[in-house]
């Protein structure tokens, strides 16, 4: 384990610069917002900046990943760093820790920072409240890092990585939505409001900012009911995080270092990503009445596969799930009928 | 020692390597030759731990290369290392001091200030072959048992070259470093390897000690006072044979010795025996399988 510690003190060292301007970033975004919200003459209108701090997080746990992982999509930095004595899944720990040590240490100045700057300029906030808080919003920080870090490694390039992590946002809640549209069902109406990763940060930040300002003068609560109503969708995305953990080791360690700069083949990324989001949009309730949806469809499909491909070198099975997209809205729109005519 | 067991690989379908077998004794310097697109970088990074073979295995001193013990004896010099915009030698010394504690500081400096190279300049202004000086520079510090050097000297000037192959002599005899060397400059690597494996059609064509190869082949230029038919040459081993009117300079494999009085036989006025190289009977090699014409 000796070289695991000193491998991750390296990566700290070496990244201690970057880590302080994060740091310094997100303490004056979160001061600047909640010293905003507190002035004399605003204290009906006063914030306890949990937005802040949650906006700050969820930025640092999207951001670091990609900084702690780029250097494993160029193919010289790896010739280097695979013939290191050291092995893949001790250096994918390395990555891994060191990045969401990152995270941890800006979120943790920022928080203290923040409950400072409360605790000595305003007596009106509840702010016992944000000590659970911050525990809470890490673990779903580390829920956003983990995915963040599993979609970054099934790209082999830094481009295809950002646009991987991109796409995948929107990804379950755009689905949902189709799904809720074409089979009118409540379970995909619940996921399409909690289908973004960072939905979960949201909802615990929404209570617990009723929670640190219950003793606001113009208090009100905000829908707690509704978000502890779900608590079981916090154990989903934490079950999610956990996966995407462990699927980010498996990646790292299965990635061969001839991968890097080569085409992005995972299953997780484009070829999944493009069929998704076109038939999505082709399903969505104006995609079978406006023709214009089809040239949509046609324009995602088609740009889609000339950045997978990197130019027009389109293949067999590219052309087939294209095809495919192009009949389902057909046979949606049947179901939808078959469903209509069996109430009458 | 290096051994390298029924290696074969692929990159994405295409097969780079199959059945590749070696054997690197210690104290040993190997030449790695074949022509472009042969394998051998792929081949080095292999050894290296760099990609994981598709097939065999590779045993550093009896262990598997995945293992770290195994990998700390290795030192590998890709043709295009590791750097960024902010590296300089001071930050990959560091580096390189986290996975090989025993570097030393005195021999990186010795050889920092032989080339004279500033540890503190970004090495994006170092042109390639400074670049390279730097991490051979790294290299000599480690000391490693083994050593593998892809394209060893690419972008070296000529007293760059010296002083490489110099203190290459040094760590070999001093540290009983083994050496795989690949490169394209096979009269460098005939100064100080003495073996070589050929690479060719994806496997090892051809390997052994280079001197008892180069003195398989031997050359010579004759003189006939009247030009004479290629079929005169027939009965003899003739590997390559250049005629240019009543002049004929010809390969044949075998013993010079046992090989002249056959070629006095067929009555030239003039018989001279020349120098054969390394790079002449890799040339031959390589137009034996029909590569150039």
Known sequence: MKIFFRYLSYRLKISALRTLIFTALSVAICLIGISEGNTAEKIKYCQSGLYMLA????????????????????????????????????????????????????????????????????????????????????????????????????????????????????LPCIVALSASWVFDSKIADNLAGWGIMYTPMNNLTVLFQDLVEINRPDYWRRGVEEITDRWYMFFIWGAVGLAAANGYLISFVKKGAEQAGEISNSPFGYALLIPVYGYCFMMMPFGIYIPISLVVYLIIMLSGYLIYRRGFKFKIPDIVVTVIGLVLPFVMAYIKLADALSHF | MIEVKNLGHDIGGKIILKNVSLALQEGSVMGLVGINGAGKTTLLRLISGVLTPKQGEILIDGQSVGEEEARRALFFLPDDPYFTIYTTGESLYKMYKVFYPQIDRAVFDRFLKEFALDPKKPIRNFSKGMRRQLYISLALAVGPKYLLLDEAFDGLDPLSRHVFKRVLNELVEENGTSVIISSHSLRELEDFCDCYVLLDQMTVSASGDIDETVNSFCKFQLAFPEEIPDEAFAHLPVTSLEKSGRFVRVVLQGNAAELLPQLQALGPAVLEEMRMDFEEVFIHEVEKRGYLK
């Not at chain 1, 240490?105 to 300029?121: E, F, R």
């Not at chain 1, 890490?138 to 796409?167: E, H, K, P, R, W």
């Open chain 1, 55 to 170: 906006t700050a997080l969820c930025i640092t746990a999207s951001v670091v990943p990609l900084f702690e992982l780029s250097g494993l999509k160029n193919r010289r930095n790896l010739d280097t760093l695979y013939f290191f004595p050291i092995k893949r899944e001790k250096m994918a720990m390395v990555h891994f820790v060191s990045g969401l040590v990152q995270v941890v240490a800006i979120y943790t100045v920022t928080w203290g920072a923040s409950y400072l700057w409360l605790a000595l300029n305003t007596d009106y906030f509840a702010l016992v409240y944000m000590i659970p808080y911050y525990f809470l919003s890490l673990l779903l920080a580390f829920v956003i890092y983990s995915i963040y870090c599993f979609l970054f490694m099934q790209a082999n390039t830094v481009a295809d990585g950002v646009l991987f992590c991109a796409l995948w946002i929107f």
